[in-house]
T-cell receptor, first 114, second 114 residues
C-alpha cells in the first residue's frame, strides 16, 4: 500500500483565501484523523471520522474550519477564510478498527498564510 | 485531562552512545502508548506500540518500556547512529469512551554526532 497520501505538500496563500487540504487514507482503514502541528502547541487532534462519519470535532478551532469525508477513500479539511495564525503543518492519519488501533500518518501539508 | 511530557526537549550525543528518552503521562488509565519518529519536513513513523498489559517492546536497537502505575515510559536506543537523528514523540491512547484519541508529548529532538 502507498500509505496515507496528502496533497498538496506545501501551500502558501494570502489571508482571507480559502484553503483545501486533501487526504487519502490507507485502503481498508475505517478511521481517519486530522491533526495540526505547531511549535507552540505540538500535535493536536482536530477531527476524527469513523466509517466516514464525524465522531469528534471538538478540536476544530472555530467555524472557519470544516472537514468532510464523502467516501472511505477521501477526506478534505477546508479553512475559509484563512488567517496567518492557521499557519502550521496539517497531518492526516488513518487506522483500522481492529485493535491495537495503530495510527499511520501521512507526510503532512505545510500551510503558510501571509 | 491526559497530559504527556517528554524530557529532555533536546539531546545531543556522540555516535555509538546508548541513550534513554523519557515520557510521562498524568492519567494511568491508558489503552496503549506509542513511540513515533519524525524527520524534518516529514510525517510521523510509528516505532513501537506497547499495550497497557505489556511492560516492554523491542525492535532492533530500540526498546520501549512502560510503567503504567507510575505514568512513565522510556525509549532506549542502543549504539546510536547519525541516522537516528530526528524528533521522537510519545503518544498515549486512553482507555474508555475516547479511546481513539492520541495525546502527544512535544517530543525530544535527538542529534547524534558522527
Amino acid at each position: 500500500d502507498a500509505g496515507v497520501i496528502q496533497s498538496p505538500r506545501h501551500e502558501v496563500t494570502e489571508m482571507g483565501q480559502e484553503v483545501t487540504l486533501r487526504c487519502k487514507p490507507i485502503s481498508g482503514h475505517n478511521s481517519l484523523f486530522w491533526y495540526r502541528q505547531t511549535m507552540m502547541r505540538g500535535l493536536e487532534l482536530l477531527i476524527y471520522f469513523n466509517n466516514n462519519v464525524p465522531i469528534d470535532d471538538s478540536g476544530m478551532p472555530e467555524d472557519r474550519f470544516s472537514a468532510k469525508m464523502p467516501n472511505a477513500s477521501f477526506s478534505t479539511l477546508k479553512i475559509q477564510p484563512s488567517e496567518p495564525r492557521d499557519s502550521a503543518v496539517y497531518f492526516c492519519a488513518s487506522s483500522s478498527e481492529g485493535g491495537p488501533y495503530e495510527q499511520y500518518f501521512g507526510p503532512g501539508t505545510r500551510l503558510t498564510v501571509t | 485531562k491526559q497530559e504527556v511530557t517528554q524530557i529532555p526537549a533536546a539531546l545531543s550525543v556522540p555516535e555509538g552512545e546508548n541513550l534513554v528518552l523519557n515520557c510521562s503521562f498524568t492519567d494511568s488509565a491508558i489503552y496503549n502508548l506509542q513511540w513515533f519518529r519524525q524527520d524534518p519536513g516529514k510525517g510521523l513513523t510509528s516505532l513501537l506500540l506497547i499495550q497497557s498489559s505489556q511492560r516492554e517492546q523491542t525492535s532492533g536497537r530500540l526498546n520501549a518500556s512502560l510503567d503504567k502505575s507510575s505514568g512513565r515510559s522510556t525509549l532506549y536506543i542502543a549504539a546510536s547512529q547519525p541516522g537516528d537523528s530526528a524528533t521522537y514523540l510519545c503518544a498515549v491512547r486512553n482507555s474508555g469512551g475516547s479511546n481513539y484519541k492520541l495525546t502527544f508529548g512535544k517530543g525530544t529532538l535527538l542529534t547524534v554526532n558522527p
